[in-house]
């Protein structure tokens, strides 16, 4: 598969010893397990991304609770102080099925019929009035 590996080293941000090619590079070696820093590293990574899995089930959450179909992908709006969910929204619309995700400052910038939930800090709406009928 050496077509989808070049592919996936060109997406790799910049670093030191990243070569013009995947052919060109040096073969890696094992990092070290014992390295404080660098568990630290991935244990911040896993924790920021707890966050974003969070608020995804969340919309999954909400969608299911009034029976929502698969196929319908609603709008959703967040307002929140996290700085990954700030950044990653396009990620957190494909985790949460929703059609995108806006980043909202206050509550008056978010439609009338929403489903809401709570994620620590953070507050998720999904609008639900447009594709469900809410009298039901």
Same mark, same amino acid.
């Given at each position: 598969?050496?077509?989808?590996?070049? #592919?996936?080293?060109?997406?790799?941000?910049?670093?030191?010893?990243?070569?013009?090619?995947?052919?060109?590079?040096?073969?890696?070696?094992?990092?070290?397990?014992?390295?404080?820093?660098?568990?630290?590293?991935?244990? #911040?990574?896993?924790?920021?991304?707890?966050? %974003?899995?969070?608020?995804? !089930?969340?919309?999954?959450? %909400? =969608? *299911?609770?009034?029976?929502?179909?698969?196929?319908?992908?609603?709008?959703?709006?967040?307002?929140?102080? #996290?700085?990954?969910?700030?950044?990653?929204?396009?990620?957190?619309?494909?985790?949460?099925?929703?059609?995108?995700?806006?980043?909202?400052? *206050?509550?008056?910038?978010?439609?009338?019929?929403?489903?809401? =939930?709570?994620?620590? !800090?953070?507050?998720?709406?999904?609008?639900? =009035? =447009?594709?469900?009928?809410?009298?039901?």
């Amino acid at each position: 598969m050496p077509f989808i590996s070049e #592919e996936l080293y060109q997406k790799l941000p910049q670093f030191d010893g990243k070569v013009k090619s995947i052919t060109r590079a040096n073969y890696p070696t094992p990092l070290d397990q014992n390295n404080e820093e660098l568990s630290k590293f991935f244990l #911040e990574i896993e924790n920021l991304f707890e966050v %974003i899995n969070k608020s995804a !089930a969340s919309f999954r959450s %909400i =969608a *299911s609770s009034v029976n929502m179909p698969p196929q319908i992908k609603p709008e959703a709006f967040v307002i929140t102080e #996290e700085k990954i969910l700030s950044e990653q929204t396009d990620l957190l619309a494909t985790l949460g099925k929703c059609k995108y995700v806006k980043v909202v400052k *206050s509550e008056d910038e978010i439609p009338k019929g929403c489903g809401v =939930a709570t994620v620590g !800090a953070t507050r998720l709406y999904l609008e639900l =009035a =447009a594709h469900i009928d809410v009298k039901k």
